[in-house]
């Protein structure tokens, strides 16, 4: 099958090359892309700059112009700033003005989709890139990104698999990665992480690789091998706000609420994104303590999202759910289903429907939420207590036990309910 052959080309590149050769990093990665990073955050002005002066004296190289769009890409990513979503457009679409065509600036454009929410352009202009250069590897890994967030899991793999016979190396290892997560073979995921670590020489490649095993390890309820990973990935760039953001559930696991929300401190100041600023906000509310400037900060980052071309209801949905508006909540998970039919999205839909009192018309999401089989303890939290809702005891019981035995410290606020739920259940 498909999915099993990642495994195999992987492992016979690196028998092939050398793992030192895998090492080359192909394409901008965007807020949903799973390559590693291009270059460290902290050489991106600098980047950013020379290329700036090479088109001051050449004003025709289309190959800068593309360059400097993927670099304002990445650099809205470091920062979590969307202001730099136009700057990146127009380069991009000036390469394209001086080489009509070129693949590099359609794939970048591409990036840039996928970076904004829009995944059916992305896709169009990943397939647009790869029409112009069948041997774009980067094209395939923005066709990866869009065709899972859009739900077509035979579709991702596909392209996952085109990246990797392409080039094996650390943006198309960590694509496969996710992609056979995604199918519930997270031990296969955790082994081409590890070959993606082997492969990463920047501190930045190395926190990236650490920071997706500690993610692997927290979903399976290894708290102690997280926690490792965290340690590992920190030491390598301390700048990296998804390890403190992982590190964040860690010390909540291990009873240190302070601890967790100021390592949440850390990643806000960073990265104020509405995810970040969500889990603050629920972080807060399990101590006891007022979520609302959090949720006011998570709206204002999701304005200036959409005011630079950006459309995330996904997003939208789970602030107004932390807010305690669930009917708004539903009508903006399922305007975003209506454009993209991903696992994610299902379990918003369903988890928006219970909140506002309709469990039964929650089941059928949920339980598409869990079809291509990744294990998820907050998925399976949230499958039992819709199930409990609509009558089906029993399966609550199975969903509850599920999502502790995954789990137990998988949400300082859900965990406990799963607990207590259960313990009545029985």
Known sequence: MRLRMIITVVLAAALLFGLGALAGRTGGTTETAFGAPDRPAAKLPA??????????????DWTT????????????????????????E??????????????????????????????????????????????????????????????????ATDAVQHMLD?????????????????????????DLMQRALAAATEPADLAFCHQHLAALAWAAGDVATAAREVSLGLAADATAAGLWQLKARVDAAGGDLA????????????????????????MLTAAGRDPGASLRLAEAAHQLFTANGGTDDLGASALALAAGRPAEAVRLARQEWDRRQFAEVADAVAWSLNAAGRPAE????????????????????H???????????????????????LNPHFSPLDAPVAVSTLAGLS
């Open 47 to 60: 980047a950013i700059a020379a290329y700036q002066q090479r088109l001051r004296k050449v004003p025709g």
């Open 65 to 88: 112009w593309a360059a400097l769009g993927s670099a304002y890409l990445e650099q809205a990513r470091a920062v979590a700033d969307p202001s730099y979503y136009p700057k990146a």
């Open 90 to 155: 127009g380069a991009l679409r000036k390469s394209l003005e001086v080489r009509a065509g070129n693949a590099l600036a359609l794939a970048g454009l591409g990036a840039l989709a996928n970076a904004r929410h829009d995944f059916t352009g992305a896709r169009g202009l990943a397939e647009q890139a790869l029409a112009a250069d069948p041997y774009s590897d980067t094209a395939y890994g923005v066709l990866a990104d869009a065709q899972t967030q859009l739900g077509h899991p035979a579709e």
């Open 166 to 190: 392409l080039r094996p190396g650390l943006a198309s290892y960590t694509r496969a990665s996710y992609d056979l997560e995604q199918h519930g073979r997270r031990t296969d995921a955790i």
């Open 259 to 282: 601890a967790a929300l100021a390592d949440l401190d850390k990643v806000v100041s960073r990265t104020p994104t509405v995810d970040a600023l969500v889990e603050q906000a629920r």
């Open 362 to 381: 929650a089941l059928p999401y949920i339980q598409k939420a869990e079809a291509l089989g990744q294990l998820d303890p907050a998925v399976a939290f």
């Open 383 to 405: 499958h039992g207590m819709i199930a409990l809702g609509a009558g089906d005891r029993v399966t609550a019981r199975l969903q509850l036990q599920l999502a502790l035995s």
